[in-house]
């Protein structure tokens, strides 16, 4: 029988997606640093004191382990840097591409996620972007763990996306993660608090307006940096 891709791609019971069977995750165990693909985030030192919404973010593993992006040619496994996780947001594979070839993308960027590079699974994706970024330099304000997340997210076109970047990642956990536990949530505001509290008595209201434009400073960049100046960025 002669396999022709045209009459399939033609035919009517092909819709041109393939249906993944994906195996049953195992629960999500923070005892134990394992959040099978989800995206961690966790508070940053000094850097979170002052803007509570900035921190360090990774990718996890179907079998939970933690990947994150943390220095100049530097992919952490199982060993998520500076701390354990405080936030967590499960993914969905079914809203991930897996093209086995060009025909099978169920995605509608097809063109565009093929030349960006694809993957057939959640962990061959997780690999992907680890060798692409342990050849990589680290810079906080260019090229940092919230680009590692974005390329891998761009890497499986998850949500039918191929635009995610510093930006919406960012939001994405901050928005809907989910807190670990009580003492979380204290360990990424209580020091922002207390730097907050402190400064006000030491210096007054002014300490206030300076802390508020470093927020804005650094909002502005990464806006900036995606939206506008997009060179700037690029990793």
Same mark, same amino acid.
């Given at each position: 029988?002669? &396999?022709n891709?045209?009459?399939?791609v033609? #035919?009517? +019971?092909f819709?041109g #997606?393939? =249906?993944?069977?994906?195996?049953p995750?195992?629960?999500?165990?923070?005892k134990?640093a394992?959040f099978p /693909? /989800?995206?961690v985030?966790?508070p940053?030192? @000094? @850097?979170?004191?002052?803007?509570? &919404?900035?921190g360090?973010v990774?990718?996890?593993?179907?079998?939970?382990?933690?990947?994150? *992006?943390s220095? +100049?040619?530097l @992919?952490?496994?199982?060993?998520?840097?500076f701390g354990s996780?405080a936030?967590y947001l =499960?993914?969905?594979?079914? =809203?991930? !591409?897996f093209p086995?070839n *060009? @025909?099978?993308h169920? /995605?509608?960027?097809?063109?565009?996620?093929s030349?960006?590079g694809?993957?057939?699974?959640w962990?061959?994706?997780?690999? +992907?972007?680890?060798?692409h970024?342990e050849h990589k330099s680290?810079?906080?304000f260019?090229?940092? /763990?919230?680009?590692f997340v974005?390329?891998?997210?761009n890497?499986v076109?998850?949500?039918?996306s191929?635009?995610?970047n510093m930006?919406?990642?960012?939001?994405?956990i901050?928005?809907?993660?989910?807190w670990?536990?009580?003492?979380s949530? %204290?360990r990424? &505001?209580l020091?922002f608090?207390a730097?907050l !509290?402190?400064?006000?008595k030491m210096v007054g209201?002014p *300490?206030?307006?300076g %802390? +508020? #434009?470093f927020s804005f400073i650094?909002?502005?960049?990464f806006l900036?940096?995606t939206?506008? *100046?997009?060179s700037l960025?690029h990793c």
């Open positions: 029988m002669d &396999f891709i045209a009459n399939m033609n #035919s009517k +019971s819709d #997606s393939i =249906q993944h069977e994906f195996w995750l195992n629960e999500i165990d923070p134990k394992k /693909c /989800c995206v985030w966790t940053l030192p @000094v @850097v979170s004191w002052l803007a509570p &919404f900035i360090h990774g990718i996890c593993g179907e079998d939970g382990t933690i990947f994150d *992006f220095g +100049s040619n @992919v952490n496994l199982d060993n998520f840097a996780a936030r =499960q993914l969905d594979r079914k =809203q991930c !591409c086995l *060009f @025909v099978e169920t /995605c509608k960027h097809r063109h565009q996620h030349e960006y694809t993957a057939i699974t962990d061959d994706a997780v690999q +992907s972007c680890t060798r970024f680290y810079n906080l260019t090229c940092n /763990c919230h680009s974005a390329n891998y997210l890497h076109c998850y949500g039918g191929m635009n995610w930006i919406n990642v960012a939001a994405l901050l928005l809907k993660g989910k670990v536990d009580g003492l949530i %204290l990424s &505001f020091p608090v730097v !509290c402190f400064g006000i209201w *300490f206030l307006v %802390l +508020s #434009s650094l909002v502005a960049w900036l940096g939206y506008v *100046f997009k960025l």
